[in-house]
Every structure is written in structure tokens, then in C-alpha cells.
């Protein structure tokens, strides 16, 4: 119910540029504020007029990507062929070398997919933001944490795209979490006075 109200809003009026918890003694001094940066306060309104944000994160489930490892790391596949074509005490240790190797590679190939991932929603977005990984999360090892600004014309297909390509990620272990649509919060930051 929180965020069908605060969607309301954000569809419905405009968002003023302020810190959270940003407090006035008085109707006259949050005028008197808003007043001085009126300019800057357009500009800002201006540029976010009708669009939105939209939350991506994504994570990894090691186990589930290992065993995709040859499919998503260029140097575990040529260990593979490698493997295939050994005779069986070569093979023995080269399968040794492999899960080493694996344990390294995955998580390169899941920061590599996550990034792919990224550039391919960006290109229905206006802007993107990279965040910090929320602590405690629980849900796999996260690798990317980001924002886009979406115009609201453009979202349709931006979810048509991140539905698609969230099924092919999970499909190799990837755990992809596309929320929104919210306020463009994340986009106030530079125009906000410290």
C-alpha cells in the first residue's frame, strides 16, 4: 500500500529536491529555502519530468553457476576441451586443475554477466547509477546493485527486456531481482545541496 501511495505521487505531482529528513522550523523558511534555489529547483524538476526509476540487482548462486562454468568462462571451456581429449591419468588431474580453476572463474563470469546485463537495460534508460550492495543480503553473492532512470514511454520494453533476459541469467545461476517503477530518488543526489 506504502508504495502504491508514493507511485501515486510521483506519477501525479512533482518530487522536490531535498536530503531525507530534511526539516524546516516553518512553512516560511521551507519557502524562503525553496525560494533562493528556485532556479536550480525548475532544472531539476525539468529533467525528471516523466520518468522513473527502476531497481536492478543481481547476484550469484555459486553452486548453480559452477556447473555452467564452461559456458560462461572462456578459460574453463578451454579446459574442458582440454579434459576430452586427455588420456585417462592426464584427464585425472587436468578434472583437479578444473575445479580450482572454477572456483576463480566464477566469480569473474558472474561480475562479467551481471555487467552484460547492466549495458543491455541501459539501453532503454536515460541514466544508470551504481550502488553499493545492501549488507546483509541473503540472496547469493551480490555482484551489482544499480538504478535506472527510464522514461516513462520506454518502460514497456524495458521490462519486456529485463523479463528475457533475467530468464536466461537465472538459467545459468544468476539471481536477478528488477523492481520498480519508483521515484527517480537516486537522480536527486546531484542536485541537492550538501
Do not use: C
Not at 508514493?6 to 516560511?28: C, G, K
Not at 548462486?61 to 572462456?74: F, K, N, P, Y
Not at 555487467?115 to 541514466?127: N, W
Amino acid at each position: 500500500a506504502h508504495e502504491r501511495v508514493v507511485l501515486w505521487f510521483v506519477d501525479n505531482s512533482e518530487i522536490l529536491p531535498a536530503r531525507l529528513f530534511t526539516l524546516y522550523s516553518s512553512e516560511a523558511a521551507l519557502a524562503e529555502a525553496a525560494g533562493t534555489r528556485g532556479p536550480d529547483i525548475q532544472l531539476v524538476l525539468q529533467s525528471l519530468t516523466g520518468r522513473r526509476e527502476w531497481s536492478l540487482k543481481v547476484a550469484y548462486d555459486a553452486q548453480q553457476l559452477a556447473q555452467h562454468a564452461g559456458a560462461v568462462s572462456t578459460e574453463v571451456a578451454r579446459m574442458d576441451a582440454e579434459i576430452a581429449a586427455a588420456t585417462p591419468g592426464r584427464r585425472y588431474l587436468l578434472e583437479r586443475k578444473r575445479a580450482d580453476l572454477v572456483k576463480t572463474e566464477v566469480s569473474g563470469a558472474a561480475r562479467g554477466l551481471a555487467g552484460e546485463l547492466l549495458s543491455q537495460l541501459r539501453e532503454h534508460a536515460e541514466d544508470a547509477r551504481m550502488l553499493p550492495a545492501a549488507s546483509g543480503d541473503t540472496q547469493g553473492n551480490v555482484v551489482l546493485n544499480a538504478a535506472l532512470l527510464v522514461h516513462r514511454e520506454r518502460e514497456t520494453a524495458l521490462r519486456a527486456a529485463a523479463e528475457q533476459l533475467a530468464a536466461q541469467h537465472t538459467a545459468l545461476g544468476m539471481i536477478v531481482s528488477f523492481s520498480g517503477p519508483w521515484g527517480p530518488y537516486r537522480f536527486l543526489d546531484d542536485h541537492v545541496d550538501s
